[in-house]
């Protein structure tokens, strides 16, 4: 089956591989009925585990449900498979398919391929690449008359394919298991921005280098300069290279703080579009990561002062060092974006000099909590609250040994009752920092699902105290 149009799929057998509980599996199917396909949707689990999203595509017709196995006529015998990241590229069902020659995609990669608009841009890296996300979409609507944003939440990427037109910019952010669909499908979004890849293992990393192998010569990418693994990269893209740096010269076109001015650097030229700090941004990670968006914002003909006066207003991101309320003077942050411990070592840096009660742990076993350990000892460190998670223990371990007395450690069985536990040991003055430092397998559908429980537990206790404020 040879995908050019949205209406190549009217009447065609596609098998959905991996039905999954997020909701962007679901999405898929929905869109994929609405063209005319027949699905066959295939998962490993039983119906019981899947009951809530079989319910919800009830309503569909031309479905059929193979659970609890997969069947390889499935993989052969049909016009298309449908990959999802729960079934690994490896499987040998997929290998089958590749066999047989049936073409493997995934949403990203038919996104790509059928979206309408020409423009799309994709943020890509290991950590810092929310902002950045958001950033884009906030800045590029001072020339875009419309901009649509990708990739953030559980929303399906092809539901989206009817609202995108022609003229409209895509900002696409995109994961590790999206990259894979971009990589087996050669392809890469015409302007990638690369965040920070330090930290990444060598099988990631590879996987994230099909966010630019792909460009052609009119393409372009932006590279974070500060990030030794990121400025690599410069020798793996046909396109046009930019840099972006918050501390450093660059050696080439792209944007940097040059004596507390933004500026802009084209062809050995410098122009200055403001000072550093009208951007009302004291956090070095959070000016860093907006850097690309003032660059594009810039490129796509935005005048400076109506690009400083956007970057005022977006000064809180969801689930980024977000304020959720003070009670009883003590400020409790909502950090649950940080999903790996460089970004809780960022969150603490940026309390400097602040008594600091920390709720962190989760799940992922290959991660690194030496630097967390370092900056936990280096940080006012009131109290240590651990919720549960694969890692928790190992997290908990790493950090105890670096201090020869350390701090009250809590661990707790659930997100509300570390919060309860935090407002215990916090006192006027303190923060309360909901950072993790790890992902949310096995315990939550997401850092958002994550961050929102955090926020409700820190609002019920608001609504209880006499003295609050926010």
Known sequence: ???????????????????????????????????????????????????????????????????????????????????????????????????????????????????????????????????????????????????????????????????????????????????????????????????????GSATELEVKKSALQYQASTDRVLLNYDDPATRAWRANTLGQVFWYSLGKAIPGNGICVRRGQVTIVMNYSHLSLFRLNTLGIADETQQRELLPAIFLAFASGARPSSIALQVRHLTNVAHRLEPIAEISGVRYLDDSAATIPEATVAALRSLNHKHIVLVLGGSDTKLSFEKLAQACANSWIRALVFIPGSTTGRMREVIESRYQTSPPIHMSDSVPEAVRVAARYARPGDTVLFSPAASTAGYFRDEFQRGQLFAQTVTNLQELSPTSAY
Not at 45 to 55: F, G, K, S, T, Y
Not at 182 to 196: D, N
């Open 1 to 199: 089956m040879t995908i050019r149009t949205i209406r190549d799929f009217k009447d065609k057998r596609v098998t959905v591989a991996g039905l999954g509980t997020h909701g962007g599996a679901e999405g898929n199917v929905r869109w994929l009925v609405e063209q005319g396909a027949n699905v066959t949707i295939t998962d490993l689990r039983q119906a019981d585990e899947l009951r809530a999203v079989i319910n919800r595509l009830r309503d569909l017709p031309q479905i059929t449900w193979v659970l609890g196995e997969h069947r390889p006529a499935d993989f052969t015998m049909t016009d298309m498979v449908l990959r999802n990241p729960a079934l690994p590229v490896a499987s040998p069902y997929l290998s089958a398919a590749r066999a047989a020659r049936v073409p493997i995609e995934m949403d990203s990669s038919l996104f790509l391929k059928l979206c309408s608009s020409g423009t799309i841009f994709g943020v890509i890296g290991n950590k810092h690449k929310r902002l950045t996300t958001l950033g884009i979409e906030h800045l590029l609507h001072l020339t875009f008359a419309r901009v649509v944003m990708i990739g953030i939440g559980n929303g399906s990427p092809l539901a989206a394919l009817s609202e995108v037109g022609a003229d409209d910019l895509v900002v696409f952010e995109l994961n590790s298991a999206r990259l894979e669909g971009l990589r087996e499908a050669k392809l890469s979004p015409q302007t990638s921005v690369i965040t920070h890849l330090t930290g």
